[in-house]
């Protein structure tokens, strides 16, 4: 079966730090674009961080840059996005993503941010920071 199971998500005080992990199965996190992704209720998901199976540069969105870190362990076969100095902007609902069909691959590793060209999400695991 083909899936991404993310965990690590939890409560956490402003100024602290988490590491989430996306654990996949059936897919080769080497051999895809993979993307961290986030959403608060009643907001649209965006992008956070994303490492393109192109040129295999990790991308951020402005806002975590300096403080979020993606890496992707090819032995594990998994995708962390390490969290530091989180803000309470930071709440949300985490998900990890790849681009199956490699489409991204096609557009550029510009848009590997962008959530609609992602096909295969996990479940989430969710962050709270409290100020």
């Known amino acids: 079966e083909v899936q991404l199971v993310e965990s690590g998500g939890g409560l956490v005080q402003a100024g602290g730090s988490l590491r989430l992990s996306c654990a996949a199965s059936g897919v080769i996190v080497d051999d895809v674009t993979i993307g961290w992704f986030r959403q608060v209720p009643g907001k649209e998901r965006e992008g956070v961080s994303c490492n393109s199976f192109l040129n295999r540069k990790t991308y951020y969105q402005d806002s975590v840059v300096g403080r979020f870190t993606l890496s992707v362990d090819s032995a594990k076969n998994t995708a962390t996005l390490r969290m530091d100095n989180l803000q309470p902007e930071d709440t949300g609902v985490y998900y990890c993503?790849?681009?199956?069909?490699?489409?991204?691959?096609?557009?550029?590793?510009?848009?590997?941010?962008?959530?609609?060209?992602?096909?295969?999400w996990g479940r989430g695991t969710p962050v709270t920071v409290s100020s």
């Open positions: 993503a790849v681009d199956l069909n490699g489409l991204i691959d096609v557009l550029g590793p510009n848009w590997c941010l962008v959530d609609r060209y992602f096909e295969l």
